[in-house]
């Protein structure tokens, strides 16, 4: 079956649009009518018109377009592609960690279930982060949830002081200081720039720390022919199609190992085409949730 064309003239019947992240199989990329990072695609769920969404990146994702779109049908791919990093931050066990700490304004990265964010005052992305950490008053306690290297990260950047979770990427979260160190002895002359959601003593050495997006866009801008990129292999497929004259390299483990994110990968052109034509894997969520929810992911967009 040509899944393309099929997905086409389905997507014209249920008048639907795909969304897909950077971190997806190329061929997904490719058919995406928006392609991008977590804060654009947000960003696109809250402005489309379409009656049908399918969600081609992990459950989160898929439940955040559900939130800003509660009237819309809303679909993901594969109900298995979760996030590592959401997962490290049950709901229950955040819940007693605010209880703890009854005096602090929370902020979430995006990457979270619905149920922490609707304990949240407000939702962030590697991309606003900064800017939305920089809206609360100086006497404002603060938590920063659940990613803490990119927590740490913040409180570097911004010296704000932010209670942090502990929680973490485990992709992101597998590279070291170590593996940089090989790739730079091999190649020198690369420019080194890293995801946020990377360990502390790896970003240390980036060039240049930044989103999905900013990443692609700094390498797109920099005269540099070689660039070295510590985050998910993905990136690649965007990386190559704008910038073909340049030698990019995911950093990769010392024994030579790439680390994918298994669940991203899960989505693929057959199960797509699924969604469309069967309707499988509708996100149902809980209206009070979704409502609760809603209003600081509301207040992130308000404020990129």
Same mark, same amino acid.
């Given at each position: 079956?040509?899944?393309?064309k099929?997905?086409? /003239?389905?997507?014209?019947?249920?008048?639907?649009?795909? !969304?897909?992240?950077?971190?997806?199989?190329?061929?997904?990329?490719?058919i995406?009518?928006?392609?991008?990072? @977590?804060l654009?695609? =947000?960003?696109?769920?809250?402005?489309?018109?379409?009656?049908?969404?399918?969600?081609?990146g992990?459950?989160?994702?898929?439940?955040?377009?559900?939130?800003?779109?509660?009237?819309?049908? /809303?679909?993901?791919?594969?109900m298995?592609?979760?996030? @590592?990093?959401?997962?490290?931050?049950?709901?229950?066990?955040?819940?007693?960690?605010?209880?703890? $700490?009854?005096?602090?304004?929370?902020?979430?990265?995006?990457?979270?279930? =619905?149920?922490?964010?609707?304990?949240?005052?407000?939702?962030?992305?590697?991309?606003?982060?900064?800017?939305?950490?920089?809206s609360?008053?100086?006497?404002?306690?603060?938590?920063?949830?659940?990613?803490e290297? !990119?927590?740490?990260?913040?409180?570097?950047?911004?010296g704000?002081?932010?209670l942090?979770? $502990?929680?973490?990427?485990?992709v992101?979260?597998? !590279?070291?200081?170590?593996?940089?160190?090989?790739?730079?002895? =091999?190649?020198?002359?690369?420019?080194?720039?890293?995801?946020?959601?990377c360990?502390?003593s790896?970003?240390?050495?980036? %060039?240049?720390?930044?989103?999905t997006?900013a990443?692609?866009?700094? /390498?797109?801008n920099?005269?540099?022919?070689?660039?070295?990129?510590?985050t998910?292999?993905?990136?690649?497929?965007?990386?190559?199609?704008?910038?073909?004259?340049?030698?990019?390299?995911?950093?990769? +483990?010392?024994?030579?190992? /790439?680390?994918n994110? =298994?669940?991203?990968?899960?989505n $693929?052109?057959?199960?797509?085409?699924?969604?469309l034509?069967d309707?499988?894997?509708?996100?149902? #969520?809980?209206?009070?949730? #979704?409502?609760k %929810?809603? +209003?600081?992911?509301?207040?992130?967009? @308000?404020?990129s």
């Amino acid at each position: 079956m040509d899944f393309v064309k099929e997905i086409e /003239v389905l997507k014209k019947e249920k008048k639907a649009v795909i !969304l897909a992240h950077y971190y997806t199989l190329p061929e997904v990329q490719e058919i995406a009518d928006c392609l991008g990072d @977590s804060l654009a695609l =947000a960003q696109y769920a809250e402005k489309t018109d379409a009656e049908t969404i399918v969600f081609a990146g992990v459950h989160f994702m898929a439940e955040t377009a559900k939130i800003l779109n509660p009237e819309k049908r /809303v679909f993901i791919p594969d109900m298995g592609s979760r996030c @590592s990093l959401a997962d490290t931050c049950p709901a229950k066990e955040f819940a007693e960690f605010l209880k703890e $700490n009854p005096d602090h304004k929370v902020i979430s990265y995006i990457n979270c279930s =619905a149920e922490v964010k609707a304990m949240s005052d407000v939702i962030c992305t590697s991309g606003n982060a900064e800017r939305i950490v920089g809206s609360f008053g100086e006497g404002d306690k603060l938590i920063f949830a659940p990613d803490e290297n !990119l927590g740490s990260f913040l409180v570097k950047k911004t010296g704000r002081q932010m209670l942090l979770w $502990n929680g973490g990427c485990h992709v992101h979260f597998k !590279l070291d200081e170590e593996d940089y160190k090989e790739a730079a002895k =091999a190649y020198p002359e690369a420019v080194f720039i890293a995801h946020p959601e990377c360990r502390e003593s790896l970003l240390k050495h980036a %060039a240049f720390v930044g989103s999905t997006t900013a990443l692609i866009k700094y /390498v797109e801008n920099n005269d540099a022919p070689m660039f070295i990129v510590a985050t998910e292999e993905g990136i690649m497929h965007e990386l190559s199609r704008r910038c073909p004259s340049k030698k990019i390299m995911i950093l990769k +483990k010392r024994e030579r190992k /790439v680390y994918n994110c =298994a669940y991203m990968k899960l989505n $693929n052109l057959q199960k797509i085409h699924a969604c469309l034509k069967d309707e499988v894997n509708e996100i149902i #969520m809980d209206r009070e949730i #979704m409502e609760k %929810a809603r +209003k600081p992911i509301m207040r992130m967009l @308000s404020l990129s």
